[in-house]
C-alpha cells in the first residue's frame, strides 16, 4: 500500500469504526485508573488475543534473564504467560496493577506447578513496595506505553535492582513515519480505553534513566517490538 496516496482522513475513519465496534470511547492520555479499568475489561481475552503477538519479546527477555541468577521481579506479570519461561536458577516475584490479571496468573502458576514462583502481587510499578536493591533482575515486557508516568517506573526500577543488576525493558516504540505511524496517530485518542499509548517514544526511556544501555535488539513480529538490556550502574 502506498501510503502517500492514502488519505490520513480515511485512516482516522477506519480507526474510528474499529474503536466503536469495541466500544472505545475518546478519551485522550492515561491514568492509573483507566489503566486498571482497561486490563480488568482485557483479562478474560487476553491470553486468546496477545500470545502470538507477544511471546516473541516474552522469549527473548526470558532467555536473557536465564543467563543470570538470583530474584528477579517481573513488573507488569499479567497474567502469567511468560512464568514458565523462566529457569529454576530464579526465584520469581511477579506484580500487576490489575487483580483480575493477577488471578489468571496464580491460576497457572498452580496448573504448570511452578515452584520458583515466589509471589504475585498487586503493585503500582510507580511506587513498589520493595526494599532497595531487592532484586538482580528486573523483566518489564510491555509495560513502559501503559503506565501514566514512565519515568517513575524507571527511578523504582533502579531503586529496586542491585547495583550492577540487570533491567530487560520490552516495548513497542513508535514509528517516526509510514503507514504504522499514520495507524498509531488513529489509535492515540483511544489510549485510556485502550490501555497503552500508541506514541510511546524509545527517548523516553533513554532520557529518563542513568542506567547502562548495554544491547538492543529488535524483535518480532515485523520488527515491532525491540528489547534493551540494561545494567545499573554499581
Known amino acids: 500500500m502506498n501510503v502517500e496516496f492514502f488519505p490520513v482522513s480515511r485512516l482516522r475513519r477506519l480507526a474510528e469504526r474499529v474503536a466503536k465496534r ?17 486490563y ?17 519479546g516474552q522469549r527473548a527477555a526470558a532467555r536473557e534473564a536465564n543467563r543470570l541468577s538470583g530474584e528477579l521481579v ?3 506479570v499479567g497474567t502469567g504467560l511468560s512464568l514458565p519461561l523462566y529457569g529454576e536458577n530464579l526465584t520469581v516475584t511477579g506484580i500487576d496493577l490489575s487483580k483480575p ?14 515452584k520458583n514462583v515466589a509471589t504475585l502481587r498487586a503493585m503500582d510499578a510507580s511506587e ?22 514512565p519515568s517513575a517506573v ?46 510511546f517514544r524509545r527517548e523516553t526511556v533513554l532520557d529518563n534513566t542513568s542506567m547502562e544501555l548495554v544491547r538492543e535488539e529488535r524483535l518480532g513480529p515485523l520488527g515491532l517490538f525491540t528489547m534493551m538490556v540494561f545494567r545499573r550502574q554499581a
Open 22 to 38: 469495541l466500544g472505545l470511547a475518546r478519551v485522550a492520555g492515561l491514568s492509573t485508573g483507566s489503566v486498571e479499568s482497561a
Open 40 to 56: 480488568a475489561r482485557w483479562a478474560p481475552v487476553y491470553d486468546w488475543v496477545f500470545t502470538a503477538p507477544l511471546v516473541f
Open 74 to 76: 517481573e513488573v507488569g
Open 101 to 114: 490479571m493477577l488471578e489468571r496468573a496464580r491460576e497457572r502458576v498452580r496448573r504448570k506447578k511452578l
Open 128 to 149: 513498589m513496595d520493595f526494599d532497595a536493591a531487592r532484586f538482580d533482575i528486573a523483566t518489564v515486557m510491555y509495560v513502559m506505553t501503559v503506565v501514566p508516568d
Open 154 to 199: 524507571l527511578k523504582e526500577l533502579e531503586r529496586v535492582v542491585k547495583p550492577g543488576g540487570t533491567v530487560i525493558i520490552v516495548n513497542h516504540f513508535a514509528a517516526d513515519k509510514g503507514l504504522l505511524a499514520l495507524i498509531e496517530r488513529g489509535l492515540a485518542r483511544f489510549a485510556s480505553t485502550l490501555g497503552w499509548d500508541p506514541l
